[in-house]
């Protein structure tokens, strides 16, 4: 059976840091890319960061750069999205995804999905 765990969300204060992790199970890890994305009430999901099981090349979305690390833990078949400086508008359901495809931008190229984990930050 093929899953994607994800976890770490919680509430922070606006600059605050939290670390959420992908964990998966079920399919050849090193063969997927493992994004992540994000859906605010009322918005559509979209894209906030990619990583490359195979090379470990990533993609952060623009909003992103900067403060957000993606990195990979091959051995544990994790997925990790280090995220500081954190703002108001980082506030969403964080959901991670695995494409066979590579790091592609659109939703519909991730064939595996997990559950979300809220991140609430207060302003």
């Known amino acids: 059976e093929v899953q994607l765990q994800a976890s770490g969300g919680g509430l922070v204060q606006a600059g605050g840091s939290l670390r959420l992790s992908c964990a998966a199970s079920g399919f050849t890890f090193d063969d997927y890319a493992i994004g992540w994305f994000r859906q605010a009430p009322g918005k559509e999901r979209e894209g906030v960061s990619c990583?490359?099981?195979?090379?470990?090349?990533?993609v952060y979305a623009d909003f992103v750069k900067g403060r957000f690390t993606i990195s990979s833990d091959n051995a544990k078949n994790t997925v990790y999205l280090q995220m500081n400086s954190l703002k108001p508008e980082d506030t969403a359901v964080y959901y991670c995804?695995?494409?066979?495809?590579?790091?592609?931008?659109?939703?519909?190229?991730?064939?595996?999905w997990g559950q979300g984990t809220q991140v609430t930050v207060s302003s």
């Open positions: 995804a695995a494409s066979y495809l590579g790091c592609a931008p659109s939703r519909g190229n991730y064939e595996y």
């Open positions: 990583i490359s099981s195979s090379d470990g090349s990533t």
